[in-house]
């Protein structure tokens, strides 16, 4: 048995309504995906092979022997093809592809055809998607449950079955292995190839307070830390029994997002004062701490690392400009109401944005109101677009791991359609139209040339504020072994020594 604690407690258990990455981290145990992708970004095929027509827009895919549900049942094309229904309306990657698609048809018990209008790999890429929110494949009863309903069921076909006997939300998940489960006969590799599981059983335990977490760890309570405090690393350095580690695929972004819809930033120039005031290196510094080699500042949108960086905006979005800021508000016409600024506390990568933040924007001539409450409570009020008086919001901080970052038709962040937008609810028609014609492209150097344009025109307009990158580091049991370099933490391929 894997004793593990992971960034954030489970309270609920719909993989496709909710961005919260402790939602994909279960999502990955229960269920299966399509396709996946390896250590190199490569689209392999998971629970599915595909074919392409010579005119490059109908793909077949047909699934792969032995799927079943983990009530015995089989996996069917009716499943898949449901789940990437309820999938395509809540994911933006989902929606662009949705946005092409002519005709999606069931063909018989294992295949199905997905046609486009035009030629595109836009289905590989959404059907591969590691993160965010991945297309994970539900019985179709349970992909059949309206997009605003939680579903109730955690039937799935994936190498572990969830105990729901076990479960106390926001305190304990229980995961035992699923025997009937039949890996891919590859090796595995990334998120791709066989998912072989080779513990009986992984218990997620939520312990709020770090420094117990710690001393659980120290004294073999718990056998994983999936994010240990930057602060208290000097505990665990040079311990024999105990391994750190950095997974460079679930590196951090910070942003800050801004509500369009409410006054002041509905104001254009009063997001730009934002911007101005809001600064890298000192959120940077109380994440990680000051000089450390797990933090960097980032102007890019897409991440510093990815096809589309870009340094556009690095005068305005890296270092704190609080006269700047204070000139535009007065040109503005601010008129000193306070914003409400939520900050998350439970989180340990959260807590700090908030104290930052407030202190930034007030040097820059902001009144601020920051208000504390843990993270599922951010997650629940920053669905309100009412005003801050009945239960609204005016700027909210968060992480984004950079694979969901990097891509411009899949990253949240800069979507800007207006009601389909991502909280904040931003609209740039300007931005939708260049990622529709990103979706279309097959040239890679005109995709990195549109990336690049949406990167100046989520500056421009304020779509999203990045804030920096770090690295959290995983801290386990040297019994532990076969952790794969991926973009989630996946326990399949690990072992524990007795």
Not at 341 to 353: F, I, K, R
Request: hydrophobic share 40%; proline share 7%; net charge negative.
């Amino acid at each position: 048995m894997v004793t593990a604690v992971m960034h954030a407690p489970l309270r609920a258990l719909d993989p496709v309504i909710s961005t919260a990455y402790i939602l994909r981290n279960y999502g990955y145990m229960v269920y299966d995906t399509l396709l996946a992708r390896d250590v190199d970004g490569a689209v392999r095929p998971q629970m599915a092979e595909w074919t392409v027509s010579d005119d490059g827009k109908t793909y077949t895919f047909t699934l792969r022997d032995n799927l079943k549900w983990h009530d015995g049942t089989p996996v069917t094309a009716e499943d898949a093809v449901a789940s990437i229904g309820r999938w395509s309306k809540a994911d933006k990657l989902g929606q662009v592809m949705a946005s092409l698609l002519t005709e999606t048809k069931v063909v018989d018990a294992k295949s199905f055809t997905m046609t486009f209008s035009d030629p595109s790999e836009v289905v590989l890429t959404a059907l591969s998607k590691p993160s965010g929110v991945p297309p994970f494949i539900l019985p179709k009863a349970v992909a059949e449950t309206p997009l605003g309903q939680p579903i109730a069921s955690t039937i799935g076909s994936g190498p572990f079955r969830f105990v729901a006997a076990e479960y106390k939300p926001g305190v304990q998940a229980v995961f035992e292995k699923n025997a009937d489960y039949v890996p891919r006969a590859e090796p595995p590799n990334g998120l791709a190839g066989g998912k072989t599981v080779k513990v009986d059983k992984v218990v997620w335990t939520t312990m709020p307070d770090s420094m117990t977490a710690v001393n659980a760890l120290l004294s073999g309570e718990i056998d994983f830390l999936e994010q240990m405090p930057h602060d208290l690393l000097p505990l665990v350095e040079g311990n024999p029994d105990l391994e750190m580690a950095v997974y460079k695929k679930q590196g951090n972004q910070n942003l800050a997002r801004l509500n369009f819809v409410q006054p002041p930033f509905d104001n254009p120039k009063i997001r730009k004062a934002a911007l101005l005031a809001l600064g890298q290196q000192p959120l940077l510094d109380a994440q990680v701490g000051a000089g450390s080699s797990y933090g960097q500042t980032c102007p890019a949108v897409f991440g510093c690392g990815s096809l589309y960086a870009s340094d556009y905006g690095a005068d305005e979005s890296v270092t704190p400009q609080p006269e700047a800021a204070k000139k535009l508000l007065a040109e503005a016409g601010y008129d000193g109401k306070p914003i409400l600024l939520m900050h998350a506390t439970d989180l340990l990568n959260l807590a700090p944005m908030g104290p930052v933040f407030a202190q930034q924007l007030r040097d820059a001539g902001f009144k601020v109101e920051m208000v504390s409450m843990d993270w599922a409570s951010v997650v629940a009020r920053r669905t309100s677009r009412a005003p801050v008086a009945q239960g609204g919001w005016n700027v909210f901080s968060t992480t984004n791991v950079l694979p969901d970052v990097g891509d411009p038709l899949g990253f949240i962040g800069v979507a800007a359609g207006g009601d389909s937008a991502w909280f904040g609810w931003p609209s740039v028609p300007e931005i939708e139209a260049a990622r529709a014609r990103l979706a279309r492209t097959g040239d890679a150097e005109e995709a990195k040339a549109i990336g690049r344009e949406i990167h100046k025109l989520t500056i421009d307009n304020v779509v999203m504020i990045p804030m920096g990158e770090f690295y959290n580091v995983t801290v386990k049991s040297k019994k532990l072994g076969g952790q794969l370099d991926a973009e989630a933490p996946v326990f399949w391929n690990i072992t524990k020594a007795e």
